[in-house]
């Protein structure tokens, strides 16, 4: 196994277990996001991979992970959110089906 072969092995694990950690929490420590960061920009350094190689590998497991690509899911979300939201505003009575009348 060439040191590339390795490093994308290793580099698929790391955005896979981050991608699992997206779905149980809905949510990323900032830890995981910079140590992500720091092993990519290595690559860069040691000249084993350029930028798109690296995307590549990242959007493969991205879609992999969720089934959808990171605009995509970007997307989605952006637009549960406002949906959410918009939600949230409605008084509660008229959310919940209260009637105010007076019986």
Same mark, same amino acid.
């Given at each position: 196994?060439?040191n590339? /072969? ?7 694990? #790391? ?6 950690? %997206? =779905?149980?929490?809905? *949510? %990323?420590?900032?830890e995981?996001? &910079?140590? #992500? =960061? ?12 350029d930028? /798109?190689?690296?995307? @590549?590998?990242?959007? =493969?497991v ?12 970007? &997307? *989605?979300? *952006?637009? @549960?959110? $406002?949906?959410n939201?918009? $939600?949230? @505003? #409605?008084?509660? $009575?008229?959310? /919940?089906?209260? *009637?105010?009348? =007076?019986?």
């Open positions: 196994m060439t590339k /072969e390795r490093y994308l092995d290793i580099l698929s694990h #790391i955005v896979w277990e981050y991608c699992k950690e %997206i =779905k149980l929490k809905n *949510s %990323i420590s900032e995981r996001k &910079q140590y #992500i =960061k720091g092993y990519m920009a290595a690559a860069r350094v040691l000249n084993v991979l930028y /798109e190689e690296l995307k @590549e590998v990242i959007n =493969k991205y879609f992999k992970a969720f089934g959808k690509t990171i605009e995509e899911r970007k &997307q *989605s979300e *952006s637009s @549960e959110s $406002f949906l939201k918009e $939600f949230m @505003e #409605i008084m509660t $009575f008229i959310r /919940e089906g209260i *009637s105010l009348n =007076k019986k």
